[in-house]
């Protein structure tokens, strides 16, 4: 018998062994990596996959989280103007929404797992070099950079979603969304002990340690079989399912695994093939939306509580009884944040996990689409609320359902992305997405902190309009994903 030689497969010379495609004999059972992850089903080794993966969401959460406790520092620090401590926050998208494309279309190519590593490496090492930044100009360059590295953390959800069985999809991978709180809450704790004492730059080097712990991990973690046996490596995919198989004291389906036609790979044109352009269209305004709600909820928070806007009234700004300090009161017109700030934003982000199981619910027996329509049509609704003349408290209640809401809707549209694009193009499909995620969390800031002080009412009906828009797509979308197993190739 034959035997392939070692072909080089990707840009890093790393090497790959194909074994010679080989039809089954005549009468022989056969089975798909897909028949093989349902009948191993769930167990030791998808625990594992959830903790370590998940973890994933902390290390993210706490980069992009970062900026929000700095930024009172570095303005001060750097004598800086209210654009320029914007800008900040808006080349960290910048370098996401690059970067996010050009990871989907590597990990299409070369494999989730190798491109998972990458951009933990790649933001741990430009998140260190942030603390030694010099001057304003380097610390924008290297936020940027990082952004860039954690726009590749998605192929953790890809993974998860990939080595899944269908009927747990739907409950797992919403439960990630403890993980992002997690980290959130993390590092405003860290924050309210470290910055005062030691400083920024040591919080910025204390973030970088669970991105580092978590690169000692992923060997642990196997790639994706079904990537493995989307490129034709079919003894590597094999070989991962006999491994989970023995972790969860399962048996592996009788027969020989089947090796599907090779399709084109991680290719943006395949985006917009007829089979998928209406749905991706759809997708890309709906991820647009939500991160343009998602962010404008937060900044419009921090405006509304500044300003005490309640009955419309324009009260003056409520002093932080924990701030008062000579710090706070520094000539370079900055106020730091007090206890009193730091609660506020502890109870806030507590709220984006308000909804979870009412979420969880939704997606498992409404469907993604119906899910998501509900729960963007709610969001439109709280946004107008927040017009009603109201108590402090009664205005807290409502930006505490709109971050639940908001939450709901990404982690919904994750698992849908997720799941719709078949595995030569899921990576590159999630990417793309993300990437017009951050245009939209660029464009909010300008919403929230500038249109909003023109015109109050205005910025919450441009809000609330687009969340309606995507509502719309969303019970629109021409594909249900629930109960529906994942597709290897177009």
């Known amino acids: ?23 089954p004999p005549k009468g022989q059972k056969t089975f798909t990596v897909q028949e093989a992850v349902e009948t191993i089903g769930f167990g030791r080794f998808h625990i594992a996959l959830f903790l370590i993966m998940g973890s994933t969401g902390v290390a993210e959460a ?36 690059v970067f996010s494309i050009v990871l989907g279309f ?4 070369y494999g989730r797992w190798k491109i998972l590593l990458l951009s933990f490496l790649w933001a741990a090492y430009f998140s260190l070099l942030t ?10 360059f290297l936020r940027a950079m990082v952004g860039g590295g954690v726009s590749g953390h998605a192929q953790g959800l890809i993974i ?23 980290g959130s809450l993390l590092i405003i704790g860290l924050a309210s002990v470290v910055n005062p004492t030691i400083g920024w730059r040591w919080l910025i080097r204390i973030a970088s340690i669970p991105s580092i712990l978590l690169i000692l991990v992923f060997k642990f973690i196997p790639e994706s079989a079904r990537y493995n046996v989307s490129t034709g490596n079919v003894a590597a995919a094999l070989a991962t399912l006999r491994m989970i198989a023995k972790m969860n004291g399962a048996v592996m389906p009788e027969g020989v695994l089947k090796e599907p036609a090779k399709g084109r790979r991680g290719r943006f044109k395949d985006l917009i093939h007829p089979k998928y352009l209406r749905t991706t269209l759809q997708i890309w ?27 419309g009234s324009a009260a003056p700004p409520v002093q932080d009884p924990g701030d008062d300090s000579e710090e706070s009161r520094s000539p370079c017109h900055c106020r730091l ?8 934003m502890i109870i806030s982000t507590v709220g984006e996990i308000a909804l979870n199981p009412l979420n969880i619910l939704g997606i498992n027996f409404l469907g993604r689409r119906l899910s998501l329509c509900i729960t963007m049509g709610c969001t439109a609704l709280f946004f107008l609320l927040l017009n009603i003349c109201t108590s402090s408290a009664g205005m807290t209640g409502f930006l505490f359902m709109l971050r639940a809401l908001v939450s709901a809707n990404f982690n919904t549209i994750y698992i849908y992305t997720a799941e719709v694009y078949p595995t030569t193009m899921r990576a590159l499909g999630m990417g793309t997405s993300g990437s017009l995620c951050r245009v939209g969390a660029m464009v909010a800031p300008f919403i929230s902190q500038v249109l909003m002080s023109a015109s109050f009412v205005g910025a919450l009906c441009l809000f609330s309009s687009m ?20 597709q290897v190739c177009i």
């Not at 520092?73 to 654009?83: A, F, H, K, S, V």
């Not at 921090?302 to 300003?307: F, G, Q, S």
């Not at 969340?467 to 994942?486: D, M, N, Q, R, W």
């Open 285 to 311: 305004i709906i991820w647009l939306g939500i991160a343009f709600a998602y962010y404008g909820v937060i900044l419009a928070s921090a405006e509304l509580l500044e300003r005490d806007l309640v009955c």
């Open 337 to 344: 944040f007090g206890p009193a700030a730091y609660q506020t």
């Open 467 to 486: 969340c309606v828009v995507c509502a719309i797509s969303a019970f629109t979308l021409p594909i249900e994903t629930k109960g529906v197993a994942l």
């Open 160 to 182: 998860k979603t990939e080595f899944l069985p269908t009927k747990y999809r739907g409950y797992m991978l919403p439960l990630s969304q403890v993980f992002w709180l997690a």
């Open 1 to 23: 018998m034959a035997i392939a030689p070692k072909e080089a497969e990707n840009a890093i010379g790393l090497e790959e062994i194909h074994m010679e495609r080989q039809e």
């Open 62 to 97: 706490m980069e992009i989280m970062l900026i929000a406790v700095v930024s009172p520092l570095i303005r001060c620090e750097w004598q800086l103007q209210d654009w320029q401590v914007a800008l900040v926050t808006t080349m960290v998208f910048f370098g996401y929404m």
């Open 106 to 109: 590597l990990a299409d190519r």
């Open 131 to 140: 603390s030694f930044a010099p001057s304003y100009i380097w610390f924008v």
